[in-house]
């Protein structure tokens, strides 16, 4: 038999590479050169090294486009905006009818939450590429941190136009339209969207809080399985189907899917209640108590958490305990202060839209 040779010995890293490509150009007068030097170091990591590089050029050349972008590219990826954001103005500066740097100075200014600004500098990228739906995925975001969904609806509706089967677009409408209260709107867009690709996990995952909140927690539990079946770490679905198998009165299955979730991500207040209530559904009083004590504990300012633990100390036949755990609940009640969110209260929060909730 022949022996096989290890070849993996004889063949280069990409830092042999990269330390080779420098010992020869590193003095190199060549401003492309240096500026594909400085792309490939920026690529490698090497953020600092790359940015030396592509002043090198810009010292030669102070008008070499590609310096300046790839400089702001190096200088975003180091978390400099403010330094980046010049760059991307000089490159602007140099060839204005290239809609890159724009859209870069849009997502900057966004970030600084300088929004007037940042839909300038998108219009501007949109004016020199019109079909660049990217820079209307950042323009939406944008409308939704002001609170003006409505807009964002608008933009979505312009990005639909030109690319009509994005189900990310859709998808985007959907939890818009759901956190607006249009619940069944929504479900159209989800479906549209699944249509076009049926293992978009969001639209099934946010089709079943569209479910559970209608109080139709059968098919809840079917579009919170099918998000699993796609991606088995979706927690939201996962913390779904918990809930909507303890609203369907399935308290075994419950309990194991909220043993599940406290296993992988350790213990909550969510997961205190969720469990509290499967026992008291089993009748397991004791058990049940001890959880909602734990929930408590962890959250005490919870009304839910007062009140379901009212209700179980009256089926546990302890009348003035239960008095007092419901004059709590309605103490927290009247402060208006809930923190920990339980996840049936607050499905609102699922969509994430700043602005609207």
Same mark, same amino acid.
């Given at each position: 038999?022949?022996?096989?040779?290890?070849?993996?010995?004889?063949?280069?890293?990409?830092?042999?590479?990269?330390?080779?490509? %420098?010992?020869?150009?590193?003095?190199?007068?060549?401003?492309?050169?240096?500026? +594909?030097?400085?792309?490939?170091?920026?690529? #490698?990591?090497?953020?600092?090294?790359?940015?030396?590089?592509?002043?090198? +050029?810009?010292?030669?050349?102070?008008?070499?486009?590609?310096?300046?972008?790839?400089?702001? +590219?190096?200088?975003?990826?180091?978390?400099?905006?403010?330094?980046?954001?010049?760059?991307?103005?000089?490159?602007?500066?140099?060839?204005? !009818?290239?809609s890159s740097p724009w859209l870069k100075m849009g997502e900057i200014h966004k970030r600084m939450h300088n929004f007037n600004r940042a839909v300038e500098c998108l219009d501007r *990228?949109?004016?020199? !590429?019109?079909?660049?739906?990217? /820079?209307? @995925?950042?323009?939406?975001?944008?409308?939704?941190?002001?609170?003006?969904?409505?807009?964002?609806?608008? +933009?979505?509706?312009?990005?639909?136009?030109?690319?009509?089967?994005? =189900?990310?677009?859709?998808?985007?409408? @959907?939890?818009?339209? =759901?956190?607006?209260?249009?619940?069944?709107?929504?479900? =159209? *867009?989800?479906?549209? &969207?699944?249509?076009?690709?049926? %293992?978009?996990?969001?639209?099934?995952?946010?089709?079943?809080?569209?479910?559970?909140?209608?109080?139709?927690? !059968?098919?809840?539990?079917?579009?919170? %399985?099918?998000?699993?079946?796609?991606? @088995?770490?979706?927690?939201?679905?996962?913390?779904?189907?918990?809930? /909507? $198998?303890?609203?369907?009165?399935?308290?075994?299955?419950?309990?194991?899917?909220?043993?599940?979730?406290?296993?992988?991500? =350790?213990?909550?207040?969510?997961?205190?209640?969720?469990? @509290?209530?499967?026992?008291?559904?089993?009748?397991?009083?004791?058990?049940? $108590?001890?959880?909602?004590?734990?929930?408590?504990?962890? *959250?005490?300012?919870? &009304? !839910?958490?007062?009140?379901?633990?009212?209700?179980?100390?009256?089926?546990?036949?302890?009348?003035?305990?239960?008095? #007092?755990?419901?004059?709590?609940?309605?103490?927290?009640?009247?402060?208006?202060?809930?923190?920990?969110?339980?996840?049936?209260?607050?499905?609102?929060?699922?969509?994430?839209?700043?602005?609207?909730?």
């Amino acid at each position: 038999m022949k022996k096989r040779t290890k070849t993996s010995r004889e063949l280069p890293t990409v830092d042999d590479i990269l330390l080779r490509f %420098e010992q020869e150009f590193a003095d190199s007068a060549n401003i492309e050169t240096i500026a +594909v030097l400085g792309t490939t170091l920026g690529r #490698s990591g090497r953020l600092d090294e790359a940015i030396q590089q592509f002043d090198r +050029v810009i010292e030669i050349d102070p008008n070499f486009w590609d310096a300046w972008f790839n400089k702001g +590219v190096a200088l975003i990826n180091k978390k400099e905006d403010a330094r980046a954001l010049e760059c991307f103005q000089m490159a602007a500066s140099i060839d204005p !009818d290239i809609s890159s740097p724009w859209l870069k100075m849009g997502e900057i200014h966004k970030r600084m939450h300088n929004f007037n600004r940042a839909v300038e500098c998108l219009d501007r *990228c949109r004016a020199i !590429d019109p079909e660049n739906t990217y /820079a209307l @995925g950042v323009k939406l975001e944008i409308f939704l941190e002001k609170g003006e969904p409505e807009t964002a609806l608008q +933009v979505i509706d312009k990005a639909l136009e030109i690319e009509p089967e994005d =189900s990310g677009f859709i998808v985007r409408k @959907g939890e818009i339209l =759901s956190a607006l209260g249009r619940h069944d709107q929504a479900l =159209s *867009c989800f479906d549209e &969207a699944l249509k076009i690709s049926p %293992e978009v996990t969001i639209a099934w995952y946010s089709k079943g809080a569209i479910h559970f909140q209608k109080g139709l927690y !059968d098919e809840a539990l079917q579009c919170f %399985e099918t998000a699993i079946k796609i991606d @088995g770490e979706y927690y939201d679905a996962s913390r779904g189907k918990a809930f /909507a $198998l303890l609203a369907l009165e399935r308290y075994h299955p419950a309990l194991k899917e909220f043993q599940l979730l406290t296993k992988r991500h =350790s213990e909550s207040f969510e997961f205190s209640m969720g469990k @509290g209530l499967a026992q008291m559904g089993l009748r397991r009083y004791p058990e049940a $108590l001890k959880f909602l004590d734990r929930a408590i504990r962890l *959250c005490p300012d919870n &009304a !839910d958490a007062w009140q379901e633990k009212g209700r179980l100390l009256q089926k546990m036949g302890r009348e003035e305990e239960a008095k #007092s755990a419901f004059a709590e609940a309605q103490r927290e009640k009247a402060a208006g202060e809930r923190s920990c969110p339980y996840w049936p209260n607050d499905l609102a929060q699922i969509q994430h839209l700043d602005g609207i909730n």
